[in-house]
């Protein structure tokens, strides 16, 4: 025990996408435990995003329900853009507002490049990035009527590099621009944005639906406990909870460990001399471009410019 008061959520609606199994399934349950009213969003489809079955999403409410709390089941795809304003609309239409949307909702399909094609691709945003988007653009007018909206998004280190999953990979890449983009500006009107990465077992990442995987080492009990789905759902409580105290952040949680991403550049190498630096001048200097000795975190587009041209405009 540390002390904290315990955040609660009561009187708060709460829209978790992809809420039927897993990562979503832990964060409703959650949220609920604390009080929230949760709408659990799952179109119960394969972890490819084929099929759909509405088991999942009513087993998580039954779940809920029996516990003590209060939840109703959604089963429209995230996938499309009318499926997210119904999933929005049907919240509004039932319980009168919306204040925290935690966009989860994904699917993976394994495969190499260029072997992957555009159906690879456009399954994978429609779900990850334009599932995010659409539904956060539904919720957001009454968020701002309110006054009050917490939303995070889902992130993954798989975007630092995965062989055989370059569409996933792309659309988590995606969702931290979004992530930072939106957040400029969402303050000033109760609204705060964040992101959480999750290193977690779920179905997209389970070593079996891998290719290039021959056999999966099973894990010993200690660390598959510390790889469950509710070691991810506390940063998550929290990123929904009125006292989060950041805005455009990506955190890290799970394994029970949790910490903060961010985006670092280099001081780098001016060119000081007369004309155009030259491919060759980048050789010399590769060095220097590339210490990472005293990088700098900008907290926007417009900080990094500022610092990365200050030379440009000196200062007095």
């Known amino acids: ?48 995003g084929v099929g759909s079955d509405t088991g999942p999403a009513n087993e998580v409410v039954a779940e809920i329900v029996a516990a003590g709390g209060r939840a109703i089941a959604d089963t429209h795809s995230v996938g499309t853009e009318e499926g997210c304003h119904a999933l929005v609309d049907g919240a509004v239409r039932e319980f009168g507002r919306v204040d925290i949307v935690v966009n989860n909702a994904g699917i993976s399909q394994w495969q190499t490049f260029p072997q992957a094609g555009a159906d690879n691709l456009e399954r994978t945003l ?16 009454y968020m701002e009527k309110q006054g009050y909206g917490r939303v995070i998004t889902t992130a993954s280190t798989g975007l630092l590099g995965l062989a055989d999953n370059l569409a996933y990979a792309t659309a988590k890449g995606a969702l931290i621009g979004f992530t930072r983009s939106l957040a400029f500006g969402s303050a000033a009107k109760g609204i705060l944005v964040n992101c959480v990465a999750p290193n977690s077992v779920t179905r997209p990442s389970e070593s079996a639906a891998k290719p290039n995987v021959v056999t999966a080492t099973p894990m010993d009990a200690a660390r598959a406990a510390a790889m469950a789905t509710e070691n991810v759902s506390p940063m998550v409580a929290y990123l929904a909870h009125e006292s989060c105290a950041v805005n455009g952040e990506i955190l890290v949680a799970g394994a029970k460990r949790f910490g903060r991403w961010f985006l670092g550049f280099t001081p780098g190498w001016r060119d000081t001399t007369e004309g155009a630096p030259t491919a060759e001048d980048v050789v010399a200097h590769w060095d220097e471009i590339v210490d990472e000795k005293d990088y700098y975190v900008p907290t926007g587009t417009m900080d990094w410019g500022a610092r990365f041209m200050s030379h440009l405009y000196p200062t007095a």
Do not use: Q
């Not at 990035?129 to 957001?140: I, K, N, P, S």
């Open 1 to 48: 025990m540390t002390g904290t008061p315990e955040l609660r959520f009561d009187d708060r609606v709460a829209i978790v996408t992809g809420a039927g199994r897993g990562l979503g399934r832990a964060h409703a349950l959650l949220l609920a435990a604390r009080g929230a009213t949760v709408v659990v969003n799952d179109f119960g489809g394969s972890k490819e």
């Open 126 to 141: 429609d779900v990850h990035l334009r599932g995010t988007w659409h539904t956060t653009r539904a919720a957001w007018p």
